[in-house]
């Protein structure tokens, strides 16, 4: 019915499909698991379940909450609704500081405690570094 040709040309298109779509369901389940969204204090207290992967919490950090041993810096990061209590080890970005917007990345311990391994100190929309800004000023 159908020469030998069309036979190879409809194997050759539908093996590229095939490899085609494998591809691309590898790559999207590989990013899926690298993936790492941050939940707020609020989240974290609803969820059903405590899992022992990375992730991030994302907040505000309370006034008076920051203090500072030799080598641990202790913080609370709220949503305004509820709080959780984050312990860090290691060098805090420059713009971290009280009233500020942070992420911080690490694993739950429970509830109300999270061991992070990395902070993320966030800024609104209108931040402009200080040398433009002065710049701006004396024009």
Do not use: C, W
Request: net charge positive; no cysteine.
């Amino acid at each position: 019915m159908y020469g030998r040709k069309v036979k190879l040309r409809f194997f050759f298109v539908i093996s590229i499909l095939i490899v085609l779509i494998l591809s691309v369901s590898l790559i999207l389940k590989s990013l899926e698991e690298n993936v790492v969204y941050f939940q707020s204090p609020s989240e974290i207290k609803n969820f059903a379940e405590l899992k022992k992967k990375k992730i991030r919490i994302g907040g505000m950090v309370k006034k008076n909450s920051i203090s500072a041993d030799s080598n641990e810096i202790s913080f609370i990061i709220t949503d305004f609704k509820n709080e959780i209590n984050v312990s860090y080890n290691g060098v805090l970005p420059n713009l971290f500081e009280e009233g500020k917007g942070v992420v911080a990345e690490g694993f739950l311990k429970d509830r109300n405690y999270f061991l992070a391994s990395k902070i993320l100190a966030k800024h609104d929309e209108n931040y402009m570094p200080p040398e433009v800004k002065a710049a701006l000023e004396e024009k």
